[in-house]
Structures are given as structure tokens and as C-alpha cells.
């Protein structure tokens, strides 16, 4: 007697009815379960096995995006030593505001008198532009800023002859309070300016200490203004 079998993988039905192997048996032979562990693998994920691929590929995107942001900012604001190129104000090493010991070595050395900040500086401390508005903001009758060789606003000095002053330690010019009350104003326009076009601020007024006296003299301007001409606006402080 032929006790010879063939073994049968039970296979869930299909839509409702039972798989025929086409002898009566219902599932399919040993030979076909490779087939099978192909509809296996081939299911789909579980639901945790979901929520964990989409979490990852949101992640991976949330990265991709921030590292794309970091690149086209340092594109746009390239840093050096935790510090944006271009933004002068914040250089290191500080480029000098020095125009020498004298009127004469000033010029011999490139320096310009600069009303604005009332000193002699060279070109990488000045922001010609803005001092030339400075210079339209007057309370003279063009515009432009009287200034004077005494308290009493009795003898006028022109520009040139304020430049001049530099060579005296104790020279000083006498000018309006309104001319103090712009200059603060104006200073704060260079410092923020000189952060973006390459220039220099000079330490001697690029400080808090000078903010708050540009707070005082806003709050109560006087009667008038003083100041002296100053050769090295880095520590010279005779042009407050």
C-alpha cells in the first residue's frame, strides 16, 4: 500500500473561498511556501512601523531644511571667530583712528577734518557721505552749522579755522545746542553704518559712555555747546 503523502500549507482563503490545488486539496504545496513568505514580506508595514518611517522622514526634512537655512546665511553673512565679515564695528584686529601730533602730519598721513565727529581722520574712520549731510542740517542760513570763537557767539570761526584748533590742546569752538542734539543723532547713524560699509568708528566715542551723555544732552541741551578738535579720536577726549 502507497502511504505516500504530500504535505499542504494552509493558505487563507481569497475573497471569501478557499484556494484549489486542483485535486480536491484546498492550500498549497510545501514547494509553494517561498511564494508565500514573498506575500509576507510584501505586506504592509504595521501601524506603529508607519508612524515610525513618517516621523523619521519628517525629521530628516526638518533637518535638511535647517541645514540649507545655515547654509544660505553664511552664504549671505559669512562669519569669522563668532563674528559677521563685513561688520567693521566688530573687526578685530581695530584698525587705528590716529592722524599724528599736528594739523601738518594729519594731512601728510591722508587725514581729513570731519565735522561730524569733530577730529581729524583718516579715510577708513570717516563716513564722508553722512558728514556731508550732517553739514546740510544747520541752523545757518544755508543750512550748514555756525560756530564760533567765543561763548557769546560773538565771532565767527569758519570751518577751517575750527580744523585749525586741532593744533592747540586747549582750543575750543562754541555752536548752538542744537548742533550737540544732531550730532548725537547723526553719531548713532554712523555707528550702525559703519557696521555694513567697511568704516571705522573711533573708541574715543564708540562707547556706551558717550551714549550717555548723548542722553543727557537730548534731555537738557543748555544754553550752548563746546567742544575741542581732536589729532587721535581713539583717546583724545576734548571733542565730547
Known amino acids: 500500500m502507497d502511504y505516500s503523502y504530500k ?3 494552509y493558505t487563507p482563503p ?7 490545488n486542483g485535486d480536491g486539496s484546498v492550500g498549497t504545496t510545501e514547494g509553494d511556501v517561498s511564494g508565500d513568505d514573498e506575500t509576507l514580506s510584501s505586506s504592509p508595514p504595521s501601524t506603529r512601523r508607519r508612524t515610525f518611517l513618517l516621523v523619521k522622514d519628517m525629521v530628516l526634512t526638518f533637518l535638511a531644511l535647517l541645514g540649507l537655512i545655515v547654509l544660505v546665511s553664511n552664504a549671505v553673512y559669512p562669519r569669522h571667530d563668532g563674528v559677521p565679515k563685513g561688520i567693521v564695528g566688530y573687526a578685530i584686529p581695530r584698525k587705528p583712528c590716529y592722524c599724528g601730533e599736528s594739523v601738518a602730519e594729519a594731512r601728510s598721513r591722508g587725514c581729513k577734518y570731519d565735522s561730524l565727529c569733530a577730529a581729524w581722520l583718516p579715510d577708513h574712520c570717516r563716513d564722508d557721505e553722512l ?6 542740517t ?3 542760513p544755508d543750512g550748514n552749522w555756525l560756530y564760533y570763537a567765543d561763548k557769546n ?3 565767527l570761526l569758519t570751518m577751517e579755522q575750527v580744523a585749525e584748533l586741532a593744533d592747540d590742546p586747549l582750543g575750543r569752538f ?7 542734539v544732531i550730532h548725537c543723532f ?5 555707528e550702525h553704518r559703519a557696521r555694513l560699509n567697511g568704516k571705522f568708528v573711533e573708541a574715543r566715542s564708540d562707547n556706551e559712555r558717550h551714549i550717555i551723555h548723548c542722553q543727557k544732552i537730548i534731555n537738557d541741551p543748555g544754553p550752548g555747546s563746546v567742544s575741542g578738535v581732536a589729532l587721535d579720536a581713539d583717546f583724545d577726549a576734548g571733542a565730547e
Request: aromatic share 18%.
Open 7 to 9: 504535505r499542504y500549507v
Open 14 to 20: 481569497c475573497n471569501g473561498e478557499p484556494l484549489n
Open 131 to 136: 558728514t556731508a549731510e550732517f553739514e546740510t
Open 138 to 140: 544747520g541752523d545757518g
Open 153 to 155: 557767539h560773538t565771532k
Open 174 to 180: 562754541h555752536m548752538s545746542p542744537q548742533w550737540h
Open 186 to 190: 547723526f553719531f548713532w547713524r554712523l
